[in-house]
């Protein structure tokens, strides 16, 4: 049975950081692309960052890019978010997701195999 549980969400301040985790277990975690997308309340599921299977190749939206970096642990199964000045507009439901042999612009879509059930990250003003 494949699992994908994210951690590490909370309340932070306008500026802070938070640093979102996601462990997998039930799956060749090496040969997934990985991806962390994000949904906030009357709004559509939105890309935030990926990561590919095979290099390593990382994507951002613009709207993270320079804030936000994405990395991964094959050895722990475990792909990492660390979020930096972080802005009221960044809260949002935070997902985790797998999908095999993910790469490239494939990433950027919610096409994911597996999903987490979410973490909640509040930024307050």
């Known amino acids: 049975q494949v699992k994908v549980i994210e951690s590490g969400g909370g309340l932070v301040q306008a500026g802070g950081s938070l640093n979102l985790s996601c462990t997998t277990s039930?799956?060749?975690?090496?040969?997934?692309?990985m991806g962390w997308f994000r949904q906030a309340p009357g709004k559509e599921r939105e890309f935030v960052a990926a990561?590919?299977?095979?290099?390593?190749?990382?994507y951002y939206s613009d709207s993270v890019k320079g804030r936000f970096t994405i990395s991964r642990d094959n050895y722990k199964k475990t792909v990492s978010l660390q979020m930096t000045r972080l802005k009221p507009s960044d809260s949002a439901l935070y997902y985790c997701?797998?999908?095999?042999?993910?790469?490239?612009?494939?990433?950027?879509?919610?096409?994911?195999?597996?999903w987490g059930q979410g973490i909640q990250v509040t930024v307050s003003s």
């Open positions: 039930g799956l060749t975690f090496r040969t997934y692309g």
């Open positions: 997701a797998a999908e095999h042999g993910g790469r490239g612009q494939r990433l950027l879509t919610p096409n994911y195999d597996y």
């Open positions: 990561i590919d299977w095979g290099e390593g190749e990382s």
